[in-house]
């Protein structure tokens, strides 16, 4: 039987950690919040969950998205967005790699809803 020819390996390096959770927003908090065995879980507070089965989830609650995103306008992205770039930004700062060139535009995937 022929010898199947081996993949070449591949190295992944993660260079930084942008965490943006329900137990914290920001590696250092991240950590420490897991570290303890925080638990990240909470009535759902984002819309009226009383037809549900279950009323409990991991929210990132305490999410100001201006504090982490200065040129963005909050109003022009749906939540999810504003979430993954905040990830974005907080992972390349971790990581010590900024003032390099790098964009985004707004998309949305809350169908226009805003959910506070």
């Known amino acids: 039987m022929a010898e199947l ?9 993660i260079t930084g950690l942008g965490a943006v959770s329900p137990v914290g927003i920001g590696a250092d908090v991240f ?19 009383s037809g549900f089965p279950r009323r409990r989830a991991g929210e990132v609650n305490d999410f100001e998205p201006t504090d982490h995103l ?7 992205w749906g939540r999810s967005g504003l979430l ?10 971790d990581a010590g790699i ?7 535009g ?6 226009g ?4």
């Open 113 to 116: 809803h805003h959910q506070r």
């Open 31 to 49: 950590a420490s919040a897991v570290r303890a065995g925080a638990d990240g879980t909470a009535p759902i507070r984002s819309f009226d969950a």
């Open 5 to 13: 020819p081996s993949a070449p390996r591949r190295r992944v390096v």
């Open 98 to 104: 900024g003032g390099g060139a790098a964009g985004a």
């Open 70 to 76: 200065k040129r963005l306008d909050p109003a022009a």
């Open 84 to 93: 993954a770039a905040a990830a974005a930004r907080l992972a390349v700062a």
């Open 106 to 111: 707004p998309g949305r995937s809350d169908h």
